[in-house]
């Protein structure tokens, strides 16, 4: 049983679409992050998300923890070919646990 | 700062061999953790070390073991090697407190034949 369940787990679109990636769970999270990773790399750390209700903006990156900090949404605008990449949600459980979800392999097609 | 390193990338290996992973973390980074990465089951938290003692650990077999040393450096050793062991074995380091947040190095691309 996934703790983290991402969906959907593939997408893929044209250049310039929107798009919404959802980071779900029955266990409630003190924090939240998103990661990305691309081939051969390790996840890169993106965003963490604290507090209940709490959105953050990394350019055309939107970022939302749940109200209950059980859930997480990321929202991609105007799509990029360098948006392309496999997005990770990670839940701390606990003072230094990580949960991963199985992923979001997103591909952008110019 | 120089990011986290991990040697070698790549490794071959055949079923029944042990292997050493090397992972140097961020300087000033005292927590070390390990995961495996699969197409099938995803990242897999292996073990975490902090100040050369074991933090935590996943639910993987006694196969896999790990160690951290004074400089903050830690190894990654799986014995007996299985053909399901071949995996993308990544190594992350963190300050170890607050939000926990992982700072991954480039992984070793382990295949058991």
């Known amino acids: 049983t996934q703790l983290l369940e991402q969906s959907p787990q593939f997408l893929s679109i044209q250049e310039g679409e929107n798009l919404t990636v959802y980071c779900n769970s029955s266990?409630?999270?003190?924090?939240l992050q998103w990661y990305r990773q691309e081939p051969g790399e390790g996840p890169v750390l993106l965003v963490t998300?604290?507090?209940?209700?709490e959105v953050k903006k990394l350019k055309r990156l939107t970022f939302q923890f749940g109200d209950a900090r059980k859930d997480s949404s990321l929202h991609i605008t105007a799509a990029q070919p360098g948006d392309t990449g496999l997005y990770l949600c990670a839940g701390q459980q606990g003072a230094q646990k990580l949960v991963f979800g199985q992923g979001t392999r997103l591909t952008i097609n110019p | 700062k120089a990011g986290v390193t991990q040697t070698p990338r790549y490794l071959i290996k055949t079923r029944g061999q042990q292997v050493t992973l090397s992972c140097s973390p961020i300087s000033g980074h005292r927590s070390v953790s390990w995961y495996q990465q699969t197409p099938g089951q995803g990242l897999q938290f292996l073990f975490e070390?902090?100040?050369?003692?074991?933090?935590n650990k996943g639910n993987f077999p006694g196969r896999f073991s790990g160690r951290q040393f004074s400089n903050s450096r830690s190894e990654m050793n799986v014995s007996t090697l299985e053909l399901g062991d071949s995996a993308l074995y990544l190594c992350a380091s963190s300050q170890g407190g607050g939000t926990y947040e992982q700072y991954f190095g480039p992984g070793t691309r382990l295949t058991v034949t």
């Open positions: 998300v604290v507090t209940g209700g």
């Open positions: 266990s409630v999270f003190s924090s």
């Open positions: 070390y902090f100040s050369e003692t074991q933090r």
